[in-house]
């Protein structure tokens, strides 16, 4: 498995990945609008998206980053894995990939916002503090870099 920045020609297995993973969860698998051009949304804003990729050349994982204007924070978006992959480090991989462009970029403050209610969301508020992140205020975690 390697971690890539995303390119155009895996957009649509990304999509599809992501709409496994929402299912997965029990919510209903619908696309967030910002997946629709991670050129446009992230890219060209001068963020950041990466895919994780398998042996067949198969997105098994996402994870974007949003710089938060005139701070040195961001936000961490979209961090899903294919359901029959979790708990084997990909996630992890993201996650570390994230945090050290974000290192490498300026960035002293990772956020994420999570969902609610907690139960539906209940792997995100399990796998953030695992990696450093603590609840700042209701349903939004952060790590200094």
């Not at 290192?103 to 916002?113: D, F, L, P, Q």
Request: net charge neutral; aromatic share 12%; with cysteine.
């Amino acid at each position: 498995m390697k971690i890539i920045k995303f390119e155009e020609i895996y957009r649509d297995d990304m999509i599809f990945t992501v709409l496994q993973a929402k299912d997965a969860l029990g919510r209903k698998p619908t696309i967030n609008p910002d997946l629709l051009d991670i050129k446009a949304n992230y890219l060209d804003c001068n963020d950041m998206f990466w895919l994780a990729i398998d042996e067949n050349d198969r997105v098994v994982g996402c994870i974007g980053c949003s710089r938060i204007t005139d701070t040195d924070q961001a936000f961490l978006h979209r961090l899903y894995i294919k359901p029959s992959l979790k708990r084997k480090g990909i996630g992890s991989k993201l996650l570390n990939t994230a945090e050290l462009w974000m290192r490498e970029n300026g960035i002293a403050v990772s956020k994420v916002h999570l969902g609610t209610p907690k139960e539906q969301w209940f792997e995100s508020y399990a796998f953030y503090p695992k990696h450093g992140y603590i609840e700042y205020e209701p349903r939004y975690m952060m790590k200094v870099l």
